[in-house]
């Protein structure tokens, strides 16, 4: 049955907080998050198959005004009728500005099922906006039948006012499972004088987004989301992507978008750790616990290096990123 906004006139119903979250996909891998544009079956069918950690089906920018609302039954029709494996399902709604966000939610939350985890929020610029996506989410959960919590807000950072109020945006709901930069409108936002998104600008002497990575990077962090990285626009440029991957690899994200299969899978690859440093995490695990448990001592000597208790938890980073890849230990 199809849920129509009349459906809603219960105010009991319509107060309280968020109890349970969003359990499913919380703590999977977001390696890959695949954009598939909402207005193509094609594309949507094909998306289905590809080896992305996350997948989102997009109503905003991808797809064309004119075609935004016939847009909505289709992604709804294709999240309950295809095979998603065990991937991470999103819906990217329009943002608060625009006339069609409650629209998007009621009706593709309101008719996609129990399959779908979440839906991405762009260009949020405050906590209120989290707030008012987490009561509609809740009345149309009751309306549809879903359990209240069960779909997850992925909140996009891209414009200078969400950059200056993403602390708060990180801690505005339970329901928020991921941060992400979007590069492109942020790049608009701010004026900056490029007309390519999420990619490096020769002109400036290092990375020109190195504070907005880290900033919204702690705030993630300090929220317990997972941090994710928005497009790269040359999408034939692999070895262009691959070494732009390994910048916010590096400062610690789990993820970034990809808009092309070639793209999924260097980001499978760059963000998952390599065997060689997952056995080394579990080494030192292992000498760690032998020297606290067995010798009563808090630092050791593991090969050339001090190990001591920052180590195990920098160790176990890496462990339970790997085992989210799929890795198990070498027996030596
Ligand atoms: C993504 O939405 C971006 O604007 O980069
Ligand atoms: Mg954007």
Redesign the pocket.
Do not use: C, S, Y
């Given at each position: 049955m199809l849920v129509q906004i009349s459906d809603f006139g219960v105010p009991a119903l319509l107060t309280g907080s968020v109890k349970t979250m969003s359990v499913r996909s919380r703590d999977l891998p977001r390696r890959s998050c695949l954009s598939i544009p909402g207005s193509s079956e094609k594309m949507i069918n094909k998306g289905a198959g590809l080896p992305a950690d996350m997948v989102f089906l997009d109503l905003?920018?991808a797809v064309a005004p004119k075609e935004k609302e016939s847009s909505r039954p289709r992604v709804a029709e294709a999240i309950r009728a295809l095979d998603w494996g065990d991937k991470v399902l999103c819906v990217?709604v329009n943002d608060w500005s625009t006339k069609w966000t409650a629209y998007d939610i009621i009706e593709v939350v309101g008719n996609a099922g129990p399959r779908l985890d979440e839906i991405m929020l762009?260009?949020v610029e405050s906590a209120a906006q989290i707030v008012a996506t987490d009561m509609l989410l809740r009345q149309v959960e009751i309306a549809s039948g879903l359990p209240i919590g069960h779909i997850g807000i992925e909140a996009?950072i891209?414009t200078a006012r969400g950059l200056i109020n993403v602390e708060e945006i990180c801690a505005a709901s339970p329901r928020l499972e991921t941060i992400?930069?979007?590069?492109?409108?942020?790049?608009?936002s701010m004026e900056m004088p490029v007309l390519t998104?999420?990619v490096q600008i020769p002109d400036y002497p290092g990375d020109h987004f190195h504070y907005v990575f880290n900033k919204i990077l702690m705030a993630g962090r300090a929220n317990g989301l997972q941090v994710i990285d928005?497009?790269y626009?040359y999408i034939r440029d692999t070895d262009g992507f691959r070494d732009y991957c390994k910048r916010t690899r590096t400062l610690g994200y789990d993820g970034k978008?990809a808009l092309h299969p070639d793209q999924v899978t260097v980001l499978n690859e760059v963000f998952s750790p390599t065997q060689e440093q997952f056995d080394r995490a579990w080494a030192i695990l292992d000498a760690y616990a032998h020297a606290t448990e067995g010798e009563g001592k808090g630092a050791v000597m593991f090969g050339d290096e001090m190990i001591d208790e920052a180590s195990r938890k920098m160790a176990l980073k890496f462990i339970s990123r790997g085992e989210r890849a799929g890795l198990q230990r070498s027996s030596n």
């Open positions: 905003e920018d990217r762009p260009k996009q891209e992400i930069f979007g590069p492109a409108d942020f790049a608009a998104g999420g928005g497009p626009l978008w």
